[in-house]
């Protein structure tokens, strides 16, 4: 079905975030990615059940390293706590993740949330995002400290983000809460505007 | 204007590119590489500033961050910057500068009068002079002592210039760039590691650029050259100058202050932040700061034209400068000698140096010698001539043990001097690391001793002031911190070979006599140059029992001026020690604190100063529809709330009546998505909602909702909600728009801590949801045209039932409850959905006259329904007996958070302030939120307090103010007239039920 009700709350930042971002190799970009499916489970990794379960409908067993995450083909699966993960998918999968999940793990001790709409996801990517994150970010943003598999929860300046290494040109990609996304926005824009001039 | 005093010579200065600058409103000329003071030096202007109490004239007396005098204003207009140290600034075309501290000019300054008063003056002068009346303190002395006192002046204009924030991680940190520094960085650099180097200077090198020392052969500066070029080459390596480690705290966190465009000039670079200030963690630390040379404290030491004897060098090698034209050097070691030798040939006439030391047979006293230099042992300058300019100065044999001149008087004339006191390490880092320090008596010095954090320090803030110790310990030290992060194997690279020239020691010579005992007669000894502070007024206040290091400072106010005591600190507590005749270390010293270097405010604020970036303002998905439409806004939390909607002409009295009248007459429509949302399920659920709610949850239907309040432990109400059943083991709660986090918090304390044997998950869903409420007689038909699949009949969906429908093509979660006493439904819908069910709403419910209203309009509604806002009717102080919700409290269902408190005697007594209406005798009065109120009109001082009121209103539907008010004893007292007080004001009040409109709750099915 497709979903034409639907709006980003930052819709009306679309045309500024194409204006801020900074084309060529050493730029940086800013795009919102709406709409992703995304699905919070609880439930115990020591239950061999509970892991089954997840990995028959996801391909992926939950990472029980903290600030990891998990992918395989459009499904990742990021860890948030000691019996807490986050699933997240291609748009528009929710409802089947969900129903699939609460069937794979039907009478055990978890709980299978919707969280689609609980937050919208920001990708900053390009030379100069990493730059960008320093700027906005109390923890070490270089390889070293946090490369592709990584993944914090965290302020980016004053808003509370899901913060994730998804690839190495690098790009951040923050899930944040939709309330906070305008001012998420119009930070990092701002952070990103010496780039502007100096490519 | 022409640069007399410039020489041929001048390492990093370019004579062929001139730069026209102003300063007191002259016109000037410099070179590139000039700093101000370097520019004025070769000008010939000394006379740069006035003293801060006595307003003596004064001249340039270092070339770096510890400068005293040549404190300055740059520029005007916006971008004017008080305070700043003319030796830091490099010269740009155009700049203009002018003195602080003086008025009508620094030439002729009318509060100069203070010099002749300057007796009065003394230690503790303002602790004596103004103390009585006390009455005076704030009204007259203090006012006027800060007009007097005046440095710089901040411009009023919105500073046009950004400022930003960057948070840097690295292995090793190394803090200044000079020979040590550099070692430091190399080593710590070619082993892979990240490594910082920050120096506060514009160029690298640190003193190698100020002297002409000789490294393998050749000179230093091709070294540097080298070592900053290999350096640059290295990805790991991040070179930062201009920039200024201020702070040094816990965890190897070391905040750095770059000024990145103030050179450029300003206004010169809009694309980028003036300034940055770094955040950096550091795995390991080399502190390479150097040290400070200190004056040597003699008779009229602060005479326009005398120096630091390694500034003057420094003007003279560095910049092409020349101090002046003949100088006399005052030394008690053997640095100055190198000072000499090099002011001689680059033009200067020194004829003397006059050193305190009996026997001076060193290397470089002796090469002075054969440069022609007299050298007079065991003496001093006991006297100095002239007043904008030293003119000469008078010499004779003094004691050793400093207690009186010996010898007669011989005048050299001179328009320069060049004094060193010797070296002080530059321990201000090391000690903001909470390192300890040693006092160590051969060096005179202060010296780091045992780190406390994960630090090194070397070179000549070690003490190790020798050019092959500072390359050896810094590649020792970049090596061994690499190591200790795990990079290299810890062995340093072979050390580049300084030729050094041995030094004799140095000889510790605190206060150099004069024809008076010091502190009679005239003539003054400076030690603390900006605060004016002299030895007379350190041995003053040691007389005066101020025997603690850190009382003298206070008392005298050394080390207390914008460059925190850096040439001052050692020479005052040596002062204080001799005394009290007690060893320095005994005495001890001063607390170093950060900054360093003063900071500016904008730079430490960031950009996190303006506008929407200031603080997050979190918005609805229906924000931009509010905007739009003309709603004023009311800040909850962070959030933006609509708070009314007024149309043309209206003001917020109209909106609200026209609004509520909407609410009890049509259809009404509100933005609630900001109640906090909590998910909770597993097979405890329903008895964890026992435990942590009042009321009894077991019961609760599926498909049915209730209203609920947590207590903290102590009985007192901390947050309400309503809380609906989605399944057998599955709850929606909610809770207030400023309680969310904080209910999440607690509900999970209480699950990990208390009963860990639930199996409960709580998650926080509270932007999963848009959240709509719908409310008034109208509401039943808006939304079965919504949801036409969706039956909303009394029957099949009454208060406080919810049901899952499609509403407006979208999935919802329908909930009927009403916090304003009609007919009401909330819609939730997903997030992103939100905007697009309140504009459907608005589309179908245009026939209906559906009124968007705001928090006011929900305000007045539940108030006159008495429903209490926590928060607002509560304090933290109130049982639900208290607000009259008694009701609410299960008797028998067996123990809650916080019920154990109800049988505290406090708890349990009958008059305790409780919830109640209040109704003014003059319906139009609306009552002050927060006025007190008394049970009589007129009250014996102090008035017994029995009450406030905690919400206020007009009432449009009653026609009649109302009030909620937290009275003692007010169940008791319903219908008796009290007195609310408001200023002065005094307004008869009747106690009434809260409850104002439809008490029997006819209204809430439509």
């Given at each position: 079905m497709v979903d034409n009700f639907r709006n980003s709350?930052?819709?009306?930042?679309a045309q500024a975030m194409i204006n801020g971002s900074v084309s060529g190799e050493n730029g940086v970009t800013l795009t919102e990615v709406p709409f992703l499916a995304q699905v919070n489970i609880r439930g115990n990794a020591d239950d061999k059940k509970f892991v089954a379960g997840v990995k028959k409908v996801t391909g992926l067993k939950v990472p029980t390293d903290p600030n990891t995450y998990v992918t395989k083909g459009d499904l990742t699966v990021f860890w948030l706590g000691p019996n807490e993960w986050q699933l997240v998918g291609a748009v528009d999968a929710q409802a089947d993740l969900i129903a699939k999940l609460r069937e794979a793990l039907d009478g055990l001790h978890v709980a299978i949330i919707?969280?689609?709409?609980n937050r919208t996801a920001l990708d900053l990517s390009g030379a100069q995002a990493r730059n960008v994150m320093k700027k906005s970010?109390?923890?070490?943003?270089?390889p070293q400290s946090f490369s592709v598999g990584q993944a914090v929860q965290t302020r980016v300046e004053k808003a509370p983000v899901l913060l994730?290494?998804?690839?190495?040109?690098p790009t951040y990609r923050m899930f944040v809460r939709p309330s906070f996304a305008e001012y998420l926005v119009d930070w990092l824009l701002d952070a990103m505007g010496e780039y502007h001039h100096s490519s | 204007m022409t640069e007399q005093f410039r020489t041929t010579q001048g390492s990093r200065v370019d004579r062929s590119k001139a730069i026209n600058f102003t300063f007191n409103g002259k016109n000037y000329k410099g070179v590139e590489g000039d700093t101000l003071a370097s520019a004025l030096i070769a000008n010939?202007?000394?006379?740069?500033g006035r003293s801060f109490k006595t307003h003596r004239p004064r001249g340039i007396?270092?070339?770096?961050?510890?400068?005293?005098?040549?404190?300055i204003q740059l520029?005007?207009?916006?971008r004017s910057e008080p305070n700043l140290r003319a030796t830091q600034v490099e010269l740009y075309e155009g700049l203009s500068a002018k003195s602080v501290n003086c008025w009508p000019s620094v030439n002729f300054?009318?509060?100069?009068?203070n010099a002749i008063a300057?007796?009065?003056?003394?230690?503790?002068f303002y602790y004596k002079t103004?103390?009585?009346?006390?009455?005076?303190?704030?009204?007259v002395w203090e006012p006027a002592i800060r007009r007097m006192a005046g440095l710089g002046v901040l411009p009023r204009?919105?500073?046009p210039d950004t400022y930003d924030h960057m948070n840097e991680f690295c292995e090793v940190m190394v803090v200044g760039s000079g020979p040590a520094g550099l070692s430091a960085a190399l080593a710590a650099g070619r082993t892979g590691a990240r490594v910082v180097l920050c120096d506060?200077?514009?160029?690298?090198?640190g003193t190698l650029l100020n002297t002409k020392e000789i490294i393998d052969g050749k000179p230093a500066q091709e070294w540097v050259k080298t070592a900053v070029a290999e350096l640059e080459a290295m990805d790991n390596v991040r070179l930062l100058k201009?920039?200024?480690?201020?702070g040094y705290y816990d965890h190897n966190y070391i905040t750095v202050h770059e000024r990145r465009t103030d050179h450029f000039g300003?206004?010169?670079?809009?694309?980028?932040?003036?300034q940055r200030i770094w955040h950096f963690r550091s795995k390991q630390v080399v502190l390479a700061t150097g040290s400070h040379e200190r004056p040597l404290v003699f008779?009229?030491?602060?005479?326009?034209?005398?120096?630091l004897a390694a500034a003057g060098q420094t003007y003279a090698n560095?910049?092409?400068?020349?101090?002046?034209r003949r100088g006399v050097v005052f030394t008690?070691?053997?640095?100055a000698y190198s000072v000499a030798i090099d002011l001689v040939d680059a033009g200067?006439?020194?004829p003397t140096v006059v050193d305190l030391r009996e026997v001076v047979d060193g290397d470089l006293p002796n090469t002075a010698r054969k440069k022609g230099i007299e050298v007079i042992t065991?003496?001093?300058?006991?006297a100095t001539l002239g007043?904008?300019?030293?003119k000469g100065v008078e010499i004779a044999t003094v004691s050793s043990d400093g207690s009186q001149v010996t010898g007669t008087k011989r005048k050299i004339d001179c328009d320069t001097i060049l004094s060193s006191g010797g070296w002080s390490p530059a321990v201000h880092l090391f000690s903001q690391s909470i390192g300890k320090l040693r006092y160590d008596e051969e060096k005179v010095c202060f010296v780091p001793n045992v780190?406390?954090?994960?630090e090194r320090t070397v070179g000549a803030c070690k003490g190790s002031f020798d050019l092959q110790s500072a390359l050896d310990e810094g590649a020792a030290a970049g090596a061994a911190a690499a190591k200790d992060t795990g990079?290299?194997?810890?062995k340093a690279p072979a050390s580049p070979k300084a030729l050094v020239v041995e030094e004799k020691p140095i000889k510790a010579y605190w206060v150099v006599p004069t024809d008076?005992?010091?502190?009679?007669?005239?003539r003054k000894h400076f030690v603390d140059f900006q605060h004016d502070v002299t030895a007379a007024d350190i041995m003053l206040a040691a007389r005066e029992g101020m025997h603690s290091v850190e009382h003298m400072k206070r008392y005298t106010t050394t080390g207390m001026a914008t460059d925190q005591g850096k040439l001052s600190n050692v020479n005052g507590l040596a002062i204080l020690s001799s005394q009290l005749e007690k060893a320095i270390p005994k005495v001890g010293t001063t607390t170093f604190r950060p900054p360093y270097t003063p900071v500016n405010f904008g730079a430490l604020a960031?950009?996190?100063?303006n506008g929407d970036l200031a603080d997050p303002v979190r918005r609805t998905p229906m924000y931009s529809w509010h905007l739009e439409n003309g709603a004023t806004f009311e800040p909850v939390g962070q959030w933006q709330r609509a708070w009314y909607y007024p149309k043309a002409g209206e003001d917020m009295h109209a909106a609200v009546t026209r609004e509520t009248a909407a609410l009890r007459d049509g259809v009404g429509i509100l933005d609630a998505s900001t109640l906090g949302k909590i998910d909770i399920q597993g097979k405890d659920a329903a008895k964890f909602l026992n435990l942590i709610y009042t009321n009894a949850w077991?019961?609760?239907?599926?498909g049915m909702c209730r209203y609920g309040f947590m207590l903290k432990e102590d009985g007192m109400v901390f947050d309400d909600g309503v809380t609906s059943r989605l399944g057998e083991n599955h709850f929606h709660m909610t809770t207030t728009t400023g309680g969310a986090a904080g209910v999440l918090d607690w509900l999970e304390e209480y699950l990990q801590t208390?009963?860990?044997?639930l199996e409960v998950y709580c998650t926080s869903v509270t932007e999963e949801w848009s959240t709509l409420s719908i409310g008034g007689p109208k509401a039943r038909q808006l939304l079965e045209e919504l949801a036409p699949d969706m039956d909303f009949s009394n029957e099949n969906f009454p208060f406080m039932a919810w049901r899952d429908g499609v509403v407006a093509g979208v999935d919802a979660r329908v909930f009927r409850i009403s916090f304003t006493g009609d007919l009401s439904y909330e819609i939730n819908v997903r997030n992103w959905h939100g905007l697009h069910l309140w504009k459907k709403c608005m589309e179908l419910g245009e026939k209906y006259d559906i009124t968007p209203y705001g928090t006011e309009t929900m305000h007045v509604l539940r108030a006159e329904k008495g429903f209490v806002i926590v928060g607002q009717e509560t304090?933290?102080?109130?049982?639900p007996q208290d607000l009259g919700?008694?009701?609410?409290?299960?008797?028998?269902?067996g123990d809650f958070v916080?019920?154990?408190?109800?049988?505290r005697e406090d708890t349990a007594?009958?008059?305790?302030k409780q919830l109640v209406g209040l109704m003014t005798d003059n319906p139009k009065e609306v009552l002050t939120e927060g006025a007190q109120l008394t049970y009589e009109r007129v009250n014996p001082t102090p008035a017994p307090m029995v009450g406030h009121v905690t919400s206020s209103y007009w009432s449009p539907n009653l026609d009649h103010s109302i009030a909620m008010a937290l009275v003692k004893d007010g169940h008791n007292r319903m219908g008796q007239w009290i007195y609310a007080h408001d200023r002065g004001k005094v307004t008869k009040v009747k106690i009434v039920s809260?409850?104002?409109?439809d008490p029997k709750g006819e209204r809430r099915d439509g």
């Open positions: 709350i930052i819709a009306d930042k919707d969280v689609s709409g970010c109390r923890l070490d943003m270089d994730q290494m998804l690839n190495d040109q | 010939g202007v000394h006379l740069v007396l270092t070339c770096g961050s510890e400068e005293p005098n040549a404190i520029e005007t207009g916006p300054d009318i509060a100069a009068v300057g007796r009065i003056f003394v230690a503790g103004f103390m009585k009346p006390s009455s005076l303190w704030m009204t204009e919105k500073d506060e200077h514009p160029e690298f090198g201009r920039a200024n480690a201020f300003p206004g010169a670079k809009p694309e980028l932040t003036r008779a009229d030491n602060d005479r326009p034209g005398t120096m560095r910049y092409g400068a020349l101090p002046g008690n070691n053997d640095s200067m006439d020194i065991g003496s001093g300058i006991v007043r904008k300019r030293v780190s406390s954090q994960n990079f290299g194997k810890g008076h005992p010091v502190g009679q007669g005239k960031g950009r996190g100063i077991l019961k609760l239907p599926v208390e009963w860990p044997d304090d933290g102080t109130q049982t919700m008694d009701w609410i409290v299960a008797k028998k269902k916080g019920r154990r408190s109800f049988i007594r009958a008059d305790r809260p409850v104002f409109y």
